[in-house]
């Protein structure tokens, strides 16, 4: 079973558009984390979630907007999609006590035209 | 604030030659210390860490020292294969505080047959 999974795996869609990704994890983790990596490879955190309560919240548009349901599920909402805004989206999740392991999923690639 | 800085890619050897990827660091306190891998199309995936000074992590034929005295935590392996061919990315994180990690910019592995 995949310890962190996304979905989609990919996503095309034009600039304006709104779309989500998903990402759930089966590892009983409370801590869970987007971070956006662009063509470079350089890994930027955008927010993390602990236990459904927002932790860190990184200086990003607020056309992005996440949502954890519950601690196993924390979902990516994007508004009035950008050009700037392709890359690869990555969720990853982490155990308590802090700090330790991050398990990634196998990211998010978002490609707006 | 804390940052972690490594050297820049990529990194081209040939199979069975020795591998170097420094990384040091700029944090207060006593940081812990992680290498990441990301092979293509993948997401990250911890190669080995180091919570305290002196501490040697090691996995795969990977290692890398926690050395205060120079805040480094260079990533060696005596002798590469082609399947190492990765994204390399040091991190660190407090043993407290923000649950944040911070990850340096990766450095590209190309191995050679």
């Known amino acids: 079973d995949t310890a962190v999974s996304q979905t989609p795996k990919y996503l095309v869609t034009q600039m304006g558009n709104d779309k989500s990704i998903k990402c759930e994890q089966n590892l009983g983790h409370d801590t869970m984390y987007w971070y956006k990596q662009d063509s470079k490879k350089f890994l930027k955190i955008m927010f993390s979630y602990n236990n459904k309560e927002l932790i860190i919240n990184e200086t990003v548009p607020n056309r992005f907007s996440p949502k954890s349901p519950d601690k196993a599920h924390l979902n990516l909402h994007i508004n009035s999609l950008e050009l700037g805004d392709s890359a690869v989206y990555f969720c990853?999740?982490?155990?308590?006590?802090?700090?330790?392991?991050?398990?990634f999923g196998p990211g998010t690639r978002l490609t707006v035209l | 604030g804390d940052s972690v800085t490594q050297m820049e890619g990529p990194v081209t050897l040939s199979e069975e030659a020795f591998l170097t990827i420094n990384c040091t660091y700029t944090a207060t306190g006593y940081p812990s210390l992680f290498w990441y891998v990301q092979y293509p199309g993948e997401g990250l995936q911890l190669l080995l860490k180091?919570?305290?000074?002196?501490d040697k992590g090691s996995n795969k034929g990977f290692e890398a020292t926690y050395r205060k005295e120079t805040t480094s935590f260079h990533l060696e392996k005596g002798s590469v294969q082609v399947s190492d061919s990765a994204v390399y990315f040091c991190?660190?994180?407090?043993?407290?505080?923000?649950?944040?990690?911070?990850f340096g910019t990766g450095t590209r592995l190309k191995v050679l047959a």
């Open positions: 180091a919570t305290k000074a002196d």
């Open positions: 990853a999740s982490q155990a308590n006590p802090f700090p330790d392991t991050q398990y």
């Open positions: 991190a660190l994180t407090r043993p407290s505080g923000t649950y944040k990690y911070i």
